[in-house]
């Protein structure tokens, strides 16, 4: 309860947003799939990713994530976002003694379209906030089918 107001906080469980556990076909959504996903946008990423020092292992790399807190940037009027509007807020800084190749990160910014368009729909069917969104096939299809986020989505990386 909220002291002051004497009333349930509007993102409180008991407020009927909570949709139980998700399906498992959706526990191994990844943070960008979300984000995706996501009615509204609250923060901004930036992934660090330093090259390995060790020569038997040229491709492997260690880092981190940050996500930086915003105002609400957007909420969105269709989805999912589409891929310019998700990598606007990705960075990537890369350092190592090499150009930074997209194809080495691994699945660290992948998303599959199928699995995007379905949790759409699950969330059109079992989350009151997702039932008035229209859905947009023709966004989804600027996704790939099983990759890293779309390049062409500028995805902004930066070598150091």
């Not at 009027?77 to 150009?99: A, H, Q, R």
Request: proline share 6%.
């Amino acid at each position: 309860m909220d002291l002051s107001k004497e009333k349930i906080p509007c993102f409180a469980l008991t407020n009927g947003l909570y949709c139980s556990q998700f399906p498992d076909m959706f526990t191994d959504l990844t943070w960008v799939e979300e984000k995706i996903c996501a009615i509204y946008c609250t923060t901004a990423h930036i992934t660090c990713l330093f090259h390995s020092a060790d020569l038997s292992q040229p491709k492997v790399f260690h880092g981190n994530t940050c996500a930086h807190d915003m105002n609400i940037v957007s909420t969105a009027s269709v989805l999912p976002c589409t891929p310019t509007d998700v990598t606007g807020l990705l960075s990537v800084v890369f350092v190592g003694p090499s150009k930074f190749n997209p194809k080495q990160l691994g699945t660290i910014f992948h998303v599959c379209k199928a699995k995007i368009w379905a949790f759409l729909l699950w969330l059109k069917h079992h989350n009151r906030l997702y039932a008035k969104i229209p859905l947009d096939v023709n966004i989804v299809t600027l996704y790939p089918d099983n990759n890293i986020i779309p390049e062409n989505g500028c995805l902004r990386s930066r070598h150091c």
